[in-house]
């Protein structure tokens, strides 16, 4: 995920996913979503190619962007651990389990391991709030989450 | 005859295993060389008991729960094939008391059929409403609707009907019906499950409103974080056009409607409907003031239905059975049936659909059992992270939109977060404010500031500096961001902050600071 994009490549890559998506209506979140999907990130050599092709600005583009958490700027980790914040979990000890991994990682929320392996992110709800506290571990739901689980994740994502 | 076993695809089922489970008993069914089909159905809503693996017997279904991969062994071993006895057997599904006492309308099919299977959707009542509302004139089933007291079921509770009447009045040749499945709060799952569990009443539901109000196109906007709502629900549109419930001829009728999936971006202000329809356009998801109203101009300016997931999901039923089935369920205001999500630190956890006006004691006490722990509760939170939490003092207040309203709640979309008398209140009122702050999408200072500093507000009484004082400037903060704040988030942050101050005030009054020497 971390290896470098040449602009070029790039560029063919976001015209495809735009080629693809533009006939939809209201087609810039789609895009933005297969961008991601694509490259793991939004790298921001896609948005005046995206700006271009849908006939608005940059700015434009740049604020739906950065209005909405889930797209990144920078590429993640290899794999990417999200905890759940919210009520239902804080109150199964999901503030607890926050501490335990922001120190099993050495990392605050937003950051990746320096070995690149883990991106720990947080989420507000996964609708999994009746089996508490949960976790999203690459896309993958993980509920009832305990230190063990915790660390069997985090030992998973370091392999 | 072949022997049908039930292992939930419901992400909380999946969450606990259940792919693991499926997959051992793959295995198992092969290597004894048994007649057996697997069945990935929906949830019950027990959730305690997931993955919960049903076996069809000639009685009816058992149910078997909480089960692990390493206990199908043992379960075969034990004759699970016949019902036999084991000691995850729970008995007969419909006897277990949690789902004997509900009143199942909305989520009939729920963690009964194969949510991708039509013919079950068919076989089980699915697509009547469908047929006898492609019979009818708009204006018969947007009276129906009306009738049947049904209320916006993602918090507001405005009449669905009245809503449907404003489309169907409003000119213009192309409208839209908007399905908000953006079910961000906390405490709630149960569009997920509709979703993940039975989606095609969700997509009748929509037919009717289209074919209701003259919308001819439909979106289903859901979030990021429910990858599996959206690969069900993607599945179950396809598998609806190629049988022609969407479509130019919905089921041969010469109306046309169709539909199809958005996904979010992890913006909670989204879930707001005005936010939700600046995202669907492509555009930041920010708050729109209203009027002019989504029912004038909505989506693209064009006139537009926007419904929450079980509002839709429960016009089927309505359209099938009649107004005046669904109206004599509930009390007061709050006709029919509502699924309450019991969430949190609680023992029996998940969706119990009911008619309104159960008490909130009997809800956590008798039907929750209480908290995981074991330990007394505390405070429950209702309505999501903008809903007040209410102290066991509040327990008789029953689940009704009004008698919530009248003891400064709200029902919202239904979640109960149960929280234990370890939980600390001015923790939780200040998580109230930063949500807020991090949520905002930042369009009306009161809510875009407001949040901001009641977060620094919160910690200045945390830590003993002038409490008195910043009490009071946050109960005045509150009512700023109440009453100045454009939509429900910045508008309704205030319900959990001041009822925690109200309900818990010994919270809000931690131990003085021992004076350092000087």
Known sequence: MNIHQPRADVTARTLAIVEELKGLEGPLLPILHGIQHEFGYVPQDCLPVIARELNLSRAEVYGVFSFYHDFREHPAGRHVLKLCRAEACQSMGGDQLAERAKRLLGIDFHETTPDGAVTLEPVYCLGLCSCAPSAMFDGEVHARVDAGDLEALVAEARR | ?518
């Open chain 2, 1 to 518: 005859m072949t022997t049908k076993i039930y292992i939930p695809r419901d992400a909380a089922a999946l969450a606990l295993g259940a792919d693991k489970v499926a997959k051992a008993m793959e295995e198992a069914i092969a290597a004894r060389g048994l007649d057996v089909t697997i069945v990935r159905n929906g949830s019950r809503g027990l959730h305690w008991l997931e993955p919960l693996v049903e076996v069809e017997t000639s009685e009816g279904r058992v149910a078997y729960g909480p089960v692990k991969a390493r206990d199908v062994a043992s379960l075969f071993d034990a004759g699970l094939v016949a019902g036999g006895d084991h000691a995850l057997c729970l008995g007969k599904t419909e006897d277990i008391p949690f789902l004997k006492q509900q009143t199942r309308l909305t989520f009939a099919r729920c963690g009964v059929i194969d949510p991708l299977s039509l013919d079950d959707y068919r076989s089980h009542g699915g697509l009547r409403g469908l047929q006898n509302a492609i019979a009818m004139d708009p204006m018969a089933i947007v009276a129906q609707v009306t009738e049947s007291g049904l209320r916006g079921r993602g918090g507001a509770g405005f009449p669905t009907g009245i809503k449907w009447k404003t489309v169907l009045e409003a000119a213009g040749t192309r409208k839209y019906i908007v399905c908000n499945a953006d079910e961000g709060d906390s405490g709630t799952f149960a569009d997920r499950m509709i979703m993940e569990g039975d989606p095609f009443v969700l997509i009748e539901g929509m037919a009717i409103s289209g074919i209701a109000t003259g919308a001819t196109k439909g979106f289903i906007y859901t979030r990021s974080e429910y990858p599996h709502a959206i690969a069900t629900m993607a599945e179950a549109i396809n598998i609806a056009r190629a049988a022609g419930v969407l479509g130019q001829s919905v089921l041969g009728s010469g109306r046309a409607f169709d539909m199809e999936v958005r996904t979010g971006a992890g913006a909670y202000v989204c879930g707001e409907e005005t936010a939700l329809l600046n995202s669907l356009e492509g555009k930041r998801g920010i708050v729109r003031a209203k009027p002019p109203l989504p029912a004038h101009k909505g989506l693209f300016d064009c006139p537009t239905v926007i419904n929450n997931v079980i509002s839709l999901a429960s016009v089927p039923i309505i359209m099938d059975k009649g107004a005046d089935f669904y109206r004599d369920f509930g009390m007061g205001r709050s006709r029919g049936t509502i699924p309450i999500q019991i969430a949190g630190n609680v023992k029996h956890s998940g969706l119990f659909e009911t008619a309104f006006g159960l008490a909130l004691g009997e809800i956590i006490d008798h039907i929750g059992g209480g908290t995981a722990s074991g330990r007394p509760v505390k405070a429950v939170q209702v309505g999501g992270p903008l809903g007040a939490y209410f102290p066991r003092a509040l327990f008789d207040t029953p689940f009704d939109y009004e008698a919530f309203a009248a003891r400064d709640g709200l029902i919202g979309h239904a979640g109960i977060v149960v929280f234990d008398d370890t939980a600390d209140m001015l923790k939780q009122a200040r998580f109230a404010m930063e949500f807020c702050a991090i949520e905002s999408c930042g369009k009306c200072t009161p809510c875009r500031i407001g949040s901001t500093r009641g977060v620094e507000v919160a910690d200045k009484i945390a830590a003993g500096i002038e409490p008195e004082k910043n009490r009071e400037l946050l109960s005045d903060l509150c009512n700023t961001m109440k009453f100045g704040s454009l939509c429900a988030l910045g508008g309704f942050t205030p319900y959990p902050v001041v009822s925690a101050m109200t309900h818990f005030p010994d919270d809000f009054k931690p131990a003085p600071l021992v004076e350092a020497a000087e």
